[in-house]
C-alpha cells in the first residue's frame, strides 16, 4: 500500500507562483511508477496536468501548462514536487498527486482514471 500526501496550496494572483509537494510513502515505494499531478476544476472532469517516470526521470505536460509548471521527482526524499510558475485564473482547482498501479505510458494523453492506483487528499489552488 501506498501513501500519498500533497501539501503547498494555496490563493495567489494571476501571474504568481506556487509550489505543491506529495510526500510518498508505504510498501513499493522504490518501484518505478508513473508519478502525475492531477487537478480538477469545479464542474470540470479531473484531469492529468504532469507526469515523471521515477525510473526514467521522462516528463510530461498537458497543452495548457507547458512551459509554466515544471514537475520533478526527489526518490531519496520519496517526494513529487509541481512547479507552477505564470499562474492564471483557469488553473484553480484540487490538485491531487497519483501514482499509477498499471504499467503502461508515462504521458498525461496516456494516463486515464483506471491505471491510478493510489490518490492523495487534494490541495486547493485558487488563482485570481
Known amino acids: 500500500h501506498v501513501q500519498l500526501v500533497e501539501s503547498g496550496g494555496g490563493s495567489e494572483q494571476a501571474g504568481g507562483t506556487l509550489r505543491l509537494s506529495c510526500k510518498v510513502s508505504?510498501?513499493?515505494?522504490?518501484?518505478?511508477?508513473?508519478m502525475a499531478w492531477f487537478r480538477q476544476a469545479p464542474g470540470k472532469e479531473r484531469e492529468a496536468v504532469a507526469t515523471?517516470?521515477?525510473?526514467?526521470?521522462?516528463?510530461d505536460y498537458a497543452a495548457s501548462v507547458k512551459g509554466r509548471f515544471t514537475i520533478s521527482r526527489d526518490n531519496a526524499k520519496k517526494t513529487v514536487d509541481l512547479q507552477m510558475n505564470s499562474l492564471k485564473p483557469e488553473d484553480t482547482g484540487t490538485y491531487y498527486c497519483?501514482?499509477?498501479?498499471?504499467?503502461?505510458?508515462?504521458?498525461?494523453?496516456?494516463?486515464?482514471?483506471?491505471?491510478?492506483?493510489?490518490w492523495g487528499q487534494g490541495t486547493q489552488v485558487t488563482v485570481s
Open positions: 508505504g510498501d513499493a515505494t522504490n518501484s518505478p511508477a508513473c
Open positions: 515523471i517516470d521515477t525510473r526514467s526521470g521522462g516528463t
Open positions: 497519483a501514482r499509477d498501479s498499471a504499467a503502461g505510458t508515462c504521458a498525461t494523453w496516456a494516463l486515464g482514471l483506471g491505471r491510478i492506483g493510489y
